[in-house]
């Protein structure tokens, strides 16, 4: 009996158990369905800007003097005077004295040179008149019937042509005692600055001795080696000739002095006639004129004329920047951008697709190029390292 009411109670427990279960199932509150994340990949992406004006060519260069010249004493003797300019880093006008030789042994050849040349003049008047006196005598010898030709000496003729050498030679001397009396000052060739000299008041300098060195300060080059597709975007390249007119093609130097940038401006002179064998690229040359005047402060905030501005100095390494072609329609990226094969991922409605493209010019920070694009486009520029055409991607968090 208390077995079966045992059985009884556990039977019933066991009913209230499910009871309560079904009771909460049939209560509980709807779960919220949550949406699956989508494993689209995110990216991240930057506009498409138009190109307008020439494409900048970029390049580096040294700073070369346009000419340069070795000064050197024409004749021999004593140095009375130096140019306090003519000192390393010192500056000349074209045609300025460089220094002077005494002149004193110089002047006493050009006197002694007109001397003969005076005596000698007067020599060839005294055997011109002994001439004429012979001519008057064998014009009266004939007159009274006699016949025969007088010799060309009884007629002074050697005489003459010997008087008349002897005049030319001392003219020639003459003229080459003044000619050396003209050299005992070194004059500037050209606008220059001293790159070197060693000269110094009562040194004794020779004919052909070299004492200095100039170089022009009207005009220096840089040479920039340039690869082919570089040197391709330069108009007329080839057809340029060196000439101080050929200025069609803008260039600018830009160098740096402490924590300033300074710029120049030049144009393309011309292209070397051959590669250069190292680096198999083409050298160009161009030229700045007057280099010594106040380049151009390239601020942060602006650009100005800076009066204390360095010259562009020979040997300074520089950067140029040349105006090349002028395209219809360009386009520029940034360089992450540009992707290999020389293609850009352009985003539409969060759709990727590879446009193909063609580089015009590569700079630090951007790529210039043609295709199939429109300004402010959305392209990639990171998020995913491969892509095919129709791909989702997501361009916000």
Not at 17 to 30: D, G, K, T
Not at 44 to 67: C, H
Not at 135 to 143: A, G, I, P
Not at 186 to 202: D, K, N, Q, T
Request: hydrophobic residues 45%; proline residues 6%.
């Amino acid at each position: 009996m208390g077995r079966r009411r045992s059985f009884l109670v556990a039977g019933i427990i066991l009913v209230g158990c499910f009871a309560i279960a079904a009771i909460l199932v049939v209560n509980r509150p709807e779960t919220a369905r949550q949406e699956v994340p989508s494993r689209a990949p995110f990216v991240t992406t930057d506009s498409v800007m138009s190109g307008e004006g020439p494409i900048p060519i970029y390049g580096g260069g040294t700073v070369r003097p346009y000419a340069e010249v070795d000064v050197t004493a024409e004749i021999s003797g004593r140095v009375v005077w130096v140019n306090p300019s003519f000192q390393s880093g010192g500056l000349l006008s074209t045609g300025e004295v460089l220094f002077r030789i005494d002149d004193a042994d110089y002047l006493g050849k050009v006197d002694r040179a007109r001397a003969n040349v005076a005596a000698q003049e007067v020599e060839l008047m005294r055997v011109t008149a002994e001439s004429d006196i012979a001519r008057t005598q064998f014009e009266k010898w004939e007159n009274e019937g006699n016949t025969g030709q007088p010799s060309p000496l009884a007629l002074w003729e050697p005489q003459i042509a010997a008087a008349q050498a002897a005049l030319d030679r001392d003219r020639a001397e003459l003229v080459e005692a003044e000619l050396h009396l003209s050299r005992v000052a070194i004059y500037s060739p050209f606008m220059a600055a001293v790159l070197s000299e060693s000269v110094a008041i009562g040194q004794f300098v020779s004919a052909g001795q070299n004492v200095g060195r100039l170089y022009s300060t009207d005009t220096v080059e840089v040479v920039v080696s340039l690869p082919d597709e570089s040197a391709a975007l330069i108009p007329g390249l080839w057809g340029l000739r060196p000439s101080t007119e050929n200025r069609q093609i803008s260039a600018r130097v830009n160098a740096k002095y402490g924590e300033q940038h300074y710029s120049w401006a030049g144009y393309v002179d011309r292209a070397e006639a051959a590669l250069k064998e190292q680096t198999r690229t083409i050298e160009v040359v161009i030229r700045v004129p007057r280099p010594f005047t106040a380049g151009l402060a390239l601020n942060a905030a602006d650009v100005t004329q800076s009066t204390s501005a360095p010259p562009l100095l020979i040997g300074k390494f520089v950067n140029v920047e040349i105006d090349g072609m002028v395209p219809d329609q360009y386009f520029r990226v940034r360089r992450s951008v540009l992707k290999p094969d020389a293609e850009v991922w352009v985003v539409t409605n969060d759709v990727l697709n590879r446009v193909p493209v063609q580089v015009l010019q590569r700079s630090e920070d951007e790529v210039f190029l043609t295709g199939p694009l429109e300004e402010g486009q959305q392209v990639v520029v990171s998020g995913v390292r491969a892509a095919i055409d129709g791909m989702a991607v997501r361009t916000q968090l």
